[in-house]
């Protein structure tokens, strides 16, 4: 037998061996009935040896969905709008990260937070004005700015209100968390568009506006202008969508979600940072000694389990994967690690390739689930040696007035019947 075929034997014997093992546990279990609701009980027509109904005459024409969309199967998937706040013109719409696998965000549930609701912009009548310290002053329509050299890089971002520190904290990942997304944006280096126009000495912050009803304005550090932020006009292969800033906005990777101004029209290079609303009555943090916490800017290390996670429910004993998604502002995530009891002990988790600068990293762990009860939570460790903390040890630094920057670990119980919800409620 050749080295290929045994390896062939060896892989397809172990299968059979996890099929069974798998089977035999179902069927041990209180849950057995679940492994059988495929067949037998009742019949049904389009399983095996039944040739099923969608195949006995051709499928939908060519043409009938011109722009494609998930299967109907799916309808459920979407994103989670919160159904007790008032969701008009401050709103927000959560991404259902517990139905998602990998790391991009598809742009139909990509999250969204607006403040003055979603700007319907003609990109002919779109244009982003430079002005400022800088030696000559400029106006780029959106076919000024594809000119420039084009880059595309995969990021994250997300709202610091994610969550925010006041209960009910929410049951499943997508109500805890789901204020983060991750995509390909393509666009032009923000450094390569102010080289154009010509910093000028004592240039120390850009002040950047939005063309919302709501005007947002935040002041950037001239440092991360000139490190990786971005000007980006495309997201996952196509245009922005209206509700991520089409067509036009400001991405600053790791800094948090208000900086990446959306409907971009105004880079204004200052010596001092605007104070705007949304740095001063808003995104800041008073501390327990008085002082403020203000410009905060890096989302910092943090990890939430996916699946399984609240609202799911577990049907079989034996073997159950646990995934989620780990990230850091600060750039790449160089650990996961992974606990089954209650925080007592922690194992490395696998990180799936690839591992990306302040992009989302799916990591994974093999555990099999006992049937008993459990907490199981992640703790994420960045290149910085930084580690996720737990929401007390995060209290105990940032006090009880804290809004923002919450990215504490989240633990999820599974009772004995196989039931996830948030331990942390
Ligand atoms: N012009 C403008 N930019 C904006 C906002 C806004 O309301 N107006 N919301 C900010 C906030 S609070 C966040 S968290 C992110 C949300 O980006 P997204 O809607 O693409 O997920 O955009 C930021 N940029
Ligand atoms: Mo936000």
């Known amino acids: 037998m050749s080295e290929r075929t045994r390896g062939k034997r060896v892989r397809e014997a172990s299968r059979r061996h996890f099929l069974q093992t ?20 009742e019949p049904n027509n389009n399983l095996p ?13 060519m043409g009938s969905q011109p722009y494609g969309a998930p299967s109907v199967h799916e309808r459920g998937v979407v994103k989670n709008i919160s159904k007790t706040l008032q969701q008009y013109i401050s709103a927000s719409g959560r991404t259902p990260l517990q139905e998602l696998d990998g790391i991009i965000t598809p ?7 607006h403040h003055g609701g979603v700007p319907t912009i003609d990109p002919a009548e779109h244009r982003l004005m430079l002005h400022g310290m800088v030696d000559r002053p400029l106006l780029f329509t959106m076919e000024d700015i594809r000119r420039f050299p084009s880059q595309s890089r995969i990021h994250f971002i997300e709202c610091s209100g994610n969550p925010v520190y006041t209960k009910p904290y929410g049951k499943t990942a997508s109500d805890l968390v789901g204020l983060v997304s991750c995509a390909e944006w393509t666009g032009v280096p923000l450094k390569t568009v ?41 997201q996952n292969g196509e245009r922005l969508r209206p509700q991520q800033g ?15 101004v959306k409907w971009l029209r105004r880079l204004k290079v200052v010596a001092e940072p605007a104070y705007s609303r949304e740095e001063t009555s808003k995104y800041t943090d008073p501390l327990p000694d008085g002082t403020a916490r203000e410009f905060s800017f890096y989302m910092e290390a943090k990890s939430i389990i996916t699946r399984p996670s609240g609202g ?34 922690w194992r490395d988790a696998e990180l799936q390739e690839p591992v990306l600068t302040r992009a989302l990293t799916r990591f994974r762990y093999p555990w099999h689930w006992d049937g008993t009860q459990a907490v199981i939570q992640s703790r994420a460790i960045d290149e910085t040696g930084y580690v996720q903390p737990t929401l007390a040890e995060l209290v105990a630094v940032r006090g009880l007035n804290s809004f923002y920057h919450n990215n504490a670990i989240w633990p999820w119980r599974i009772d004995a019947s196989g039931e996830v919800s948030n331990a942390q409620a």
């Open 22 to 41: 798998s089977a035999a546990l179902a069927s041990g279990s209180a849950l057995a009935g679940l492994a059988g609701t495929n067949a037998l009980a």
């Open 49 to 61: 040896p039944n040739v099923p109904e969608w195949m006995k005459a051709p499928g939908d024409p």
């Open 246 to 260: 089409y067509p036009l906005r400001l991405l600053l990777p790791g800094f948090e979600g208000n900086m990446n």
């Open 107 to 113: 742009n139909g549930l990509f999250y969204e937070r």
């Open 194 to 234: 102010l080289d154009e126009a010509g910093l000028r000495a004592g240039a120390k912050w850009i002040v950047a506006e939005g063309a919302d009803a709501a005007a947002l304005t935040r002041s950037i550090p001239i440092e991360k202008c000139l490190d990786d932020a971005m000007l980006v006009y495309s």
């Open 312 to 345: 799911q429910r577990l049907t079989t004993k034996g073997f159950c994967e646990i995934s989620g998604l780990a990230w850091s502002g600060h750039g790449t995530i160089k650990r996961v690690e992974v606990s089954v009891d209650g925080g007592n002990s």
